[in-house]
């Protein structure tokens, strides 16, 4: 675990810092871990992807982490229990193996909220893949083992091992009758 200090203002708008603790726990392989930080001058909000609430009633100064497939986010901040965003949509990009930590900061009377974007990433905070995909078109479709391309390939891998044992057979033989004459 790792902290985070922020100089921000309360709901009320009066100046106050909070200290986070950044959440390094390990991940799944291609996973990264986004933690939303409410530190603006607004009452409690939702944290809106796709239109629908993925976090709601988050309150300043709190937290909320969710870990998801890498990748980019686009969300935005809406008011709880509206959908009509304070700030944004913005695409975040969501690292692998990382916490991505996104502050809603700023004032929503001086209409000035904003978004400020933290990374924080630990060795050892993601774990090794279990797999490394490789697709299922092109030449892993045409040579995979069901395509028979290897089963062409024992049989032509076959018949050049029969070829040169009747080579080396036939050359003893000559040899052999050559060392009798």
């Not at 390990?26 to 930080?37: C, M, N």
């Not at 709601?56 to 709190?62: D, G, Q, V």
């Not at 998801?68 to 990009?93: C, K, R, Y």
Request: charged share 15%.
């Amino acid at each position: 675990m790792n902290d985070t200090a922020v100089a921000h203002l309360n709901e009320a708008g009066d100046p106050t810092a909070t200290l986070f603790t950044n959440d390094t726990a390990q991940l799944a392989a291609g996973e990264g871990r986004l933690t939303v930080r409410h530190v603006a001058a607004a009452p409690a909000v939702d944290v809106l992807a796709g239109g629908s609430p993925v976090i709601t009633a988050l309150a300043n100064p709190e937290e909320a982490k969710l870990d998801l497939a890498a990748g980019t986010v686009s969300a935005a901040v809406a008011a709880t229990g509206t959908t009509d965003p304070v700030i944004g949509p913005a695409d975040v990009e969501v690292a692998e193996g990382a916490n991505t930590i996104v502050y809603a900061w700023g004032s929503l009377e001086a209409d000035n909220l904003a978004l400020a974007v933290q990374t924080v990433a630990v060795a050892g905070m993601h774990s090794s893949p279990d797999g490394v995909p490789a697709g299922s078109t092109g030449l892993v479709a045409t040579n995979g083992p069901d395509s028979g391309a290897c089963v062409w390939a024992a049989v032509i891998g076959g018949s050049l091992l029969a070829a040169v044992e009747l080579i080396w057979v036939a050359v003893r033989r000559r040899v052999a009758a050559g060392a009798e004459r």
